[in-house]
T-cell receptor, first 113, second 118 residues
Framework: QKEVEQDPGPLSVPEGAIVSLNCTYS??????FMWYRQYSRKGPELLMYTYSSGNKEDGRFTAQVDKSSKYISLFIRDSQPSDSATYLCAMGTYGGATNKLIFGTGTLLAVQP | GAVVSQHPSRVICKSGTSVKIECRSL??????MFWYRQFPKQSLMLMATSNEGSKATYEQGVEKDKFLINHASLTLSTLTVTSAHPEDSSFYICSARDLGGEGTDTQYFGPGTRLTVL
């Protein structure tokens, strides 16, 4: 079993839809969680960072963490064609000397105009 | 957010030559940087962890003599692909660890370098 599971998609939605992207994980030691957006042939861009269970909102994006279920989500409201990209979840633990992140495989999202 | 640059963005070279890729954290100091490789439509594959002033730590299966990493300062890490061959053609991405305020510990990525070996 992989430490982090993420549906690769592709996920296709119409413009304006609410998008839900999800990851599950098996390692209860993970303490903080991130979502990155990666456009084709570009480096990943950090979207959201959270370290506690609950919701964190930033504009049209909401990150949700449920540590008891080992489940994290990213919601995108009023999705736009410019949101079309691959979304990667990532997670890690504090206190490590080098602190590798563990990434999901990424979900490819296409928002149709 | 913090900015990480990478140079060059694209390089084409002949088989057998060496290629150096630079990764710089522009507005913060990074004691740790990471080098990833990404194949088309696949996720990031961690190659090595680069620590300022010490030897890099390579992931299993990554040849350290093939992929030389130097982290000479708190803002610069370099990856040198030695004696490159066509199978080394890939998208190489670096990231820099930012120990920011409020207990955050995250990575910011560079824009990537596309290497094509002929």
């Amino acid at each position: 079993q992989k430490e982090v599971e993420q549906d690769p998609g592709p996920l296709s939605v119409p413009e304006g839809a609410i998008v839900s992207l999800n990851c599950t994980y098996s390692n209860s030691a993970f303490q903080y969680f991130m979502w990155y957006r990666q456009y084709s042939r570009k480096g990943p861009e950090l979207l959201m960072y959270t370290y506690s269970s609950g919701n964190k909102e930033d504009g049209r994006f909401t990150a949700q963490v449920d540590k008891s279920s080992k489940y994290i989500s990213l919601f995108i409201r009023d999705s736009q064609p410019s949101d079309s990209a691959t979304y990667l979840c990532a997670m890690g633990t504090y206190g490590g000397a080098t602190n590798k992140l563990i990434f999901g495989t990424g979900t490819l999202l296409a928002v149709q105009p | 957010g913090a900015v990480v640059s990478q140079h060059p963005s694209r390089v084409i070279c002949k088989s057998g030559t060496s290629v150096k890729i630079e990764c710089r954290s522009l507005d913060f100091q990074a004691t740790t940087m990471f080098w990833y490789r990404q194949f088309p439509k696949q996720s990031l594959m961690l190659m090595a962890t680069s620590n300022e002033g010490s030897k890099a730590t390579y992931e299993q299966g990554v040849e350290k003599d093939k992929f030389l990493i130097n982290h000479a300062s708190l803002t610069l890490s370099t990856l040198t692909v030695t004696s490159a061959h066509p199978e080394d053609s890939s998208f190489y991405i670096c990231s820099a660890r930012d120990l920011g305020g409020e207990g955050t510990d995250t990575q910011y990525f560079g824009p990537g370098t596309r290497l094509t070996v002929l």
